[in-house]
């Protein structure tokens, strides 16, 4: 059985499943260089293809993390009854019959397609966003049943869905529509802070450790309210995000509320930082809340999902309220909805069991040779040492930054390793020189720390009830942490920690491993291989790139060290 997980909504990606296993994954925007792409993933799907050396002949279906049947409550005319161009029947045949049908599917839409071009036919399953989303973290948790909350702006009509899920079904037993959605709401936080909605709410995030939750705390509570049963209710006098004719997220409303809040967001002052704190405090107190509805279903296991879930602090707040054993996937937003729905798909439809260890490391990956031949063709000095972890431990020992391209790209919004930059978190002048001279962003934002697996415990108070293999929580850190690593550590002495093992990643690990050796220090600072507004390199030419191009001091590519003290020479 080999499926293709397409999505279309946010940022573009592609995935591949043949015998139950993912062949291979990536993200639009890494291989067109434009950050975000929302661009059909033509490049994505094309990689994916090639990974396993088959054509669309050898697909068994495709599937889509959106059912477009359930947004037929408003049937178009003008859609649906009339076509401009002949290939429009594509689209016009299935709405009408899907209306007569009252379009009332609970879990997906079945058909067949068979072009002129393929020899067989083909699936097309529309599976539903948020089962997606569910899919992804439930088969990949390693549970054998949870309970399951999924929470982001909207995807068809549900903004938010409570469910349990097991080896044979996902069943939802509850769900709340837009424009009650909790993942709009804190777009509108991001909205009114100056930030760009549904892009930048990890800067909302990282700016609330600087802000006092009690200044603003009391206004917020007016826009949301807190139900017995754990769902929640927004007021939306306040709020403009489910106008799609009107521009805009919050009103006049909005703005008379928190009127000694500046709008003129491009000096940040406390004021902001305070509204920040605030807001994200609120969304937790939501996030417990509907949390607390699973709980008194005796879940042992809960599987978190959705966009909103990129809230690693709030996760990690989650971890430590809660007894139950927490998961979050790597890419909880709709970015990994190709994975999620080719798993739905291959689970629940088409019955293949299987056991998922599914490890975010999908993409493209490159051979000595070929590393080798890029370099010699643009000319570009490199050494090969011979103890290759201990050099590069050395260099990042005597204050180095250095990138790192190795083995597949990773999957999703995180560094893991594969494509990262790398430093000494020993010195507090650390997270100045990474933001200003190589990520160009701003002071606020926190740097992530990775850490030996064994050492996890021994310096950050990470929750038992979770695994923080992939940056998914934020976590308190000791008192040891901040005096031999003040550079991962945030303003709110929390850090979105990674542990890592030879099992999770075996080249990071052999860095830290030799870092360890010479500082004694378990831990590096890890950020994304990439400047301020690019998506993450994935090529050797996207590393070259951006290592000339930024105040990186050294590249390794594979095997290859690269310095810009070797060009002066």
């Not at 990689?47 to 002949?57: E, G, Q, T, V």
């Not at 037929?72 to 019959?97: A, D, G, H, V």
């Not at 929470?151 to 349990?164: I, L, P």
């Not at 997220?249 to 008379?256: D, G, L, P, R, W």
């Amino acid at each position: 059985m080999k499926i293709l997980g397409i999505n279309l909504n946010h940022i573009s990606s592609a995935a591949l499943i043949s015998n139950s296993e993912i062949v291979a994954a990536t993200s639009e925007e890494r291989i067109s260089r434009i950050k975000l792409s929302r661009e059909f993933p033509d490049n994505s799907i094309k990689f994916c293809l090639n990974k396993a050396n088959i054509s669309f002949d050898d697909l068994d279906a495709i599937t889509i993390g959106w059912n477009p049947g359930i947004n037929l409550e408003i049937f178009k005319k003008s859609y649906s009854y009339t076509y401009r161009w002949f290939p429009e029947l594509l689209y016009l045949i299935p709405n009408q019959i899907l209306k007569l049908n009252n379009a009332s599917f609970d879990h997906y839409i079945l058909q067949e397609f068979k072009s002129i071009n393929l020899k067989k036919n083909l699936k097309i399953i529309y599976v539903n966003h948020h089962l997606s989303h569910a899919a992804l973290s439930f088969l990949s948790s390693g549970f054998k049943n949870s309970g399951i909350l999924t929470v982001d702006g909207f995807g068809e009509r549900t903004s938010t869905m409570w469910g349990k899920a097991d080896k044979n079904k996902i069943e939802i037993s509850k769900k709340i529509d837009f424009p009650q959605s909790l993942g709009s709401f804190y777009e509108t936080i991001t909205s009114f802070l100056g930030f760009t909605p549904d892009s930048d709410e990890w800067k909302v995030m990282g700016m609330a450790a600087y802000g006092d939750k009690k200044i603003y705390l009391k206004k917020i509570q007016k826009l949301i309210k807190l139900k017995s049963s754990g769902e929640y209710e927004i007021d939306l006098s306040y709020f403009n995000y489910f106008n799609f004719e009107s521009p805009g997220h919050f009103n006049n409303k909005f703005i008379e509320l928190f009127k000694d809040i500046p709008l003129n967001r491009k000096n940040l002052n406390k004021r902001h930082y305070d509204f920040a704190a605030s807001a994200q405090s609120i969304f937790e107190d939501v996030m417990f809340n509907a949390i607390s509805h699973l709980t008194k279903n005796n879940f042992k296991n809960i599987c978190l999902s959705g966009g909103s879930i990129m809230n690693c602090l709030a996760n990690a707040r989650i971890a430590k309220k809660f007894k139950q054993k927490i998961f979050v996937p790597f890419a909880p937003d709709d970015l990994g909805l190709s994975i999620g729905s080719a798993m739905y798909a291959n689970q629940y439809i088409f019955k293949k069991r299987s056991k998922y260890e599914i490890k975010p490391f999908t993409g493209k990956e490159f051979s000595d040779r070929e590393i080798e031949s890029k370099l010699k063709k643009y000319k570009i000095s490199y050494f090969k040492p011979k103890s290759f972890y201990n050099t590069l431990a050395l260099e990042l020992s005597k204050g180095k930054v250095i990138s790192v391209v190795s083995g597949k790209s990773e999957f999703g919004q995180r560094a893991l390793g594969n494509r990262s930059i790398l430093a000494d978190p020993r010195s507090i002048k650390m997270k100045d020189i990474v933001n200003q001279k190589i990520k160009y962003r701003e002071s606020f934002r926190p740097f992530a720390p990775v850490v030996l697996s064994k050492f996890l415990n021994k310096y950050f108070n990470c929750p038992p009830n979770i695994q923080p293999t992939y940056m998914q929580y934020a976590v308190e850190v000791k008192k040891i942490t901040m005096k031999i690593a003040p550079a991962i550590v945030h303003a709110d002495n929390t850090a979105r920690v990674q542990s890592v093992d030879e099992n999770t990643n075996q080249n990071l690990n052999k860095i830290l491993v030799e870092f360890f050796k010479l500082t004694k220090v378990p831990i590096l600072l890890n950020t994304s291989f990439n400047l301020k507004g690019e998506p993450m390199v994935d090529t050797p030419e996207d590393a070259i790139k951006t290592f000339y191009t930024s105040g990186i001091d050294i590249l390794a590519l594979n095997n290859f060290i690269i310095t810009k003290e070797n060009e002066k020479n």
